[in-house]
């Protein structure tokens, strides 16, 4: 629910511009409406150029929902030229205009998770998945800390830390020999350029005048490096965030961000948002008083002025299979009772695999659901082929694509063709691509070895000379044609998953279109986009009439008229690793976040008892749940009140479950 109008703290926040400003925002207290018409204030009323105003966020969603609140904030043009991005889209923009500086083409390739993998797998020589992913984490943490291969090397504790630093070596030659760089790179390549080459830095300074940063506590180590080389000393920011909900320690966030700012900026000004404008006072009572037992680094109070709600309902039951059951017929009866939509209600748990039980539940109770985080449109298989091929087109030299294309589908080049192939381009230093050209290859291969291979970079060369020229969408539709991708697709398939995946593809071939007739891109620099969009959200589904189920990591920044908070046990919720490693904050503020996210009723859940590795384990209920005021909740079910149903509530129930009896006849009939 937006604010009617701005209050004191807001327009406070909107209007300074004497220096640095860290805006304390607490949940639902309005933040982007803050940012957003800060950006309007600042092109309307202070002189502003849109082109020299940067708007920073973390997810391309939250970019688009920015953006669109600004258009409807400016006159006429006004807002030509601002930049509403995430770090990440910032990044990529300096490094295609700075690339050359650092030694990297314009069209260098964006690799994903999974194609660092393989580079990593091949470095490690292991298909041990699990140490794969150790060294890939262990070396992404090392970028978000602006930690380069030759600190690590230096720094290293024990032989794992040598061990992954050496790989971290190898695995930034490989990259930087595909003309290549991996999702962090886009952050820590821009802090390197800057802090080396003062012309570049001039330049960007001069661009960006005013930054604005959304969710401040989520940034890292090299983010904030970025945000102050880029403020330089005039500091000339407004940074957005909550302590409260700094939840991505495990991703690189680092809290004491907020602590810098202090330390790095004395004439920084702090103003805090404390009116909540979402849930009600008892769901804000709950939230504040478990977020009170960490230590503060700011203190704030939420409040509303929505009313006193429903007492918070506190669940407990004997088993998982049990919890799903109850949440269900509790979600049920709420629906019927209420007059709601199912897309009223979320169902949010610590880890993914507490979902199972409650789909069992809902699909046996045929109820619509729609779940965050499942596969990115851009993630399934037939979609990556395509990308291969575009990724291809934008850098020859990128090597991983160079694989995947050349043998999807299967034309004549072979696993003997491409080891020889492999092996002459590592000796002679260049990419698989340049590598087929050459004349030394023609010694390596036979002719029935050459002949496909080189027929297929020719393909490419001509593709790829047409995609600087020509719309994208009909070259796409062209190229898919002459490789007959829908034939291989079909017959490399049983019954009729091929077809499925065709029609994902023409999903894929339409959205390249619009997009490319929408920004004017070519099919080229839609590949960077594309990379982008992969790495930090697929694509949005159109909102439809579903209970949401979702992680409380990925529930942040929603809000949902009616929240159901399962599996409050220790173990859970703290999360066992998570108590052994002294990180019960984090999960507290985690829990804050998941009860912030109702906006009129709670119940929270908790079993005595879990099945793990097919053995039962005895559970304990959340030491969060007695951080609750006894005074706002209401406990049912085991150790519950015994409270008996007054009558009106028992009329209320019975026309509940008759009107569900009467519409699933109905849905039969």
Known sequence: MPPPSLNQPQREAIHYLDGPLLVLAGAGSGKTRVITHKIAYLINECGYSARNIAAITFTNKA????????????HGSAGKGLTVCTFHSLGMQIMRQESKRLGYKPQFSILDANDGYKIISDILKTTDKAEIRRVQGVISRWKNDFVSPEDALNNGDHEGDFHAARCYREYQDTLFAYQAMDFDDLIRLPVELFEKDEEALAKWQRKLRYLLLDEYQDTNTCQYRLVKLLTGVRGMFTAVGD??????????ANMENLRLLQQDFPRL?????????????????????????????????LWSELGEGEPINIVGVKDDEHEAETVVMRLMAHKFENRKKYLDYAILYRGNHQARALEQALRNQKIPYVMSGGQSFFDKPEIKDVIAYLRL???????????????????????STLE????????????????????????????KQLGPLQTFCKFINHVQYRAEREPAGPLLQEMLKAID???WLIDSEEGKAGETKWKAVL????????????????????????????????RDDAEVDAVKMSTLHASKGLEYPHVFLVGCEEGILPH?????????????????????????????????????????????PSRFLDELPRDDIRRHGLQGDKRALSIDEKKSRAAGLLAMLKEKQGSKA
């Open 63 to 74: 970019a688009r929902e920015m953006q669109e609140r600004v258009e409807g904030l400016l």
């Open 243 to 252: 302590d409260d909900q700094s939840i991505y320690a495990w991703r690189g």
């Open 269 to 301: 000004h702090i103003i805090k948002l404390e009116q909540n404008y979402r849930s009600t006072s008892r769901i804000l009572r709950a939230a504040n008083a478990v977020i009170g037992n960490n230590p503060k680094l700011f203190d704030k109070k």
């Open 393 to 415: 087109l934008a850098n020859p030299d990128d090597d991983p694509a160079f694989i995947r294309a050349a043998t999807t589908p299967r034309r004549g080049i072979g696993a």
């Open 420 to 447: 020889k192939l492999g092996t002459y381009s590592a000796e002679r230093h260049i990419s698989l691509f340049e590598a087929a050209f050459e004349t030394g290859l023609e010694m390596q291969l036979t002719d």
């Open 485 to 487: 991708y829908e034939t």
């Open 507 to 538: 999903d894929f071939i339409g959205w390249i279109t619009k997009k490319g007739e929408e920004d004017g891109k070519t099919l080229i620099e839609l590949s960077q986009t594309i990379a982008l969009i992969t790495m930090l959200e697929g």
């Open 576 to 620: 066992r690793e998570s108590i052994d490693g002294g990180m019960v904050e984090e999960e507290r503020r985690l829990m804050y976040v998941g009860i912030t996210r109702a906006q009129w009723s709670l119940t929270i859940s908790y079993a005595t008892k879990r099945k793990r590795a097919g053995e039962w384990t005895v559970c304990e």
